[in-house]
Nanobody, 124 residues
Framework: QFELLESGGGWFETGGRLTPSCGAP????????MGWFRQASGKAREGVAF??????KTYAESVKGRFTISKQNTAHLLLHMSGVNPEDTGEYYC???????????????????WGKGTMVNVSS
């Protein structure tokens, strides 16, 4: 069974930094598209950062220059977040598209496996 497990959420101050982590089966990292999404209260889930099986990365405009997605030892998918602000508050989800090596659809419908999320709160 393919499982994704997020950790690393919590309460943070504006301007701070954090690195949520997603544990996944090791074979996923070199074979599939993986990404991070977030969902603020009352809003739709949105894509934040994606990484192809070959390491090519894509970011939402709202996080470019502040967030970085990376793979750690084919065991964890990390989201390095810096300069956070209250608009970054939300539930952060790890996701994978097991049908494709390249991230083709950066929306919710492009992913077929999801973690349960980790909550990030940024205070002003």
């Amino acid at each position: 069974q393919f499982e994704l497990l997020e950790s690393g959420g919590g309460w943070f101050e504006t301007g701070g930094r954090l690195t949520p982590s997603c544990g996944a089966p090791s074979y996923a990292f070199n074979n599939f598209c993986m990404g991070w999404f977030r969902q603020a209260s009352g809003k739709a889930r949105e894509g934040v950062a994606f990484i192809n099986s070959n390491g090519i990365k894509t970011y939402a405009e709202s996080v470019k220059g502040r967030f970085t997605i990376s793979k750690q030892n084919t065991a964890h998918l990390l989201l390095h977040m810096s300069g956070v602000n209250p608009e970054d508050t939300g539930e952060y989800y790890c996701a994978a598209d097991l049908a494709h090596r390249r991230c083709r659809d950066l929306g919710v419908g492009g992913m077929d496996h999801w973690g349960k999320g980790t909550m990030v709160n940024v205070s002003s």
